[in-house]
């Protein structure tokens, strides 16, 4: 198995840089997500690793090897790669076992070797019981099975996953996050996985790639960029956090809305424009002002609220017109107009820089 590296690649169409000069090292047996809204440049990313497409500048190395560059690429059946669509492409007319079995056929296997390689790949994606079908008799999330066979059964060196799990529904997408986990421990390939769904990519990865505009914008385990988001972006994009924004008082302090907010995270210069993330699960909602001894506290004005079961999902105003969301216990209901403190805990102000 082999690293694949990205070295100030960069991939453009026109104007637009889809991929604007990226550095990333996946090291061997890694499983790295790359996470971001639609058209931040993943799936341009996954085809430049492919081969498919050639990079404008920069290069990829797998290995010691450069298989891409601007001046020459080597061709995708030339990388020791498998890539997953969206759109399973299994080949209707050949049964499952057919379909998983067509790649080691290409390479020249013999019958033998087939028949071991096509028994392990199907006991180990629990498809034999449906080796004799063919594609129309199967699932949406069988199908999907049998593609991750068929790209497994060669024994790639890296995988490419370009949004496998899309056309699933939910129940069906949460069991298949946890089975291409499973798969990845057991083969443990270099796998690089392209999603734009926040929780698929915390369940499968070892490390989360944020991408924004072609960029790599956070690089770090999902708690680094769970707890950690390092830009206001990245704050927003995984897990919805709040953000407040005003100007540093000191080190750790900064003035937002008329009150000055204790914050974690960097050390500021005082008169810094600083942003302030928060998650909407980190504040306190209280119906009574409370102590004056307890810090980090905003007024603000309920505007909405929603009964969710479990929780309840408020809109609250502060006095700047900064609107938060806040997710509180389902009681009490408080009504919109009403007045309320929010506590923000220190330890939960994360303080970005603008
Ligand atoms: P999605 O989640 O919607 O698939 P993505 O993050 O995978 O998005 P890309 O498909 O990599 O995004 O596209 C990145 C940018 O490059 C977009 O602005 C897109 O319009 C542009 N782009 C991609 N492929 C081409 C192409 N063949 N020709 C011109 N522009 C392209």
Redesign the pocket.
Known sequence: MASVELRKLTRR??A?A?VDDVSLRIEHGQLICLL?P????????LRLIAGFIEPSAGEIAVGEKVVSSAARTVPPEGRNMSMIFQSYALWPHMTVAQNVAYGLKLRKFDAATIAGKLDAILTTTRLKPLAERYPAELSGGQQQRVSLARALVVEPETLLLD?PLSNLDANLREEMRFEIRRLHDEYRYTTVY?T?DQAEAMTAADVIAV?NH?KVEQLGTPEDVYYRPSSEFVARFIGGSNILRGAAADRARVDIAGTTLLTTGMALEPGQKVSVSIRQHAIRLLNAAPDASLGNVLQATVTRQIFLGSTRDFSVALNDGTELRVTAPPEPAIAPGTAVWLHLPAEHCRALAR
């Not at 639609?38 to 990313?45: I, V």
């Open positions: 169409f026109g637009t889809a971001g639609s058209g931040c440049g993943k799936t341009t990313t949004e392209v734009h991408m072609g």
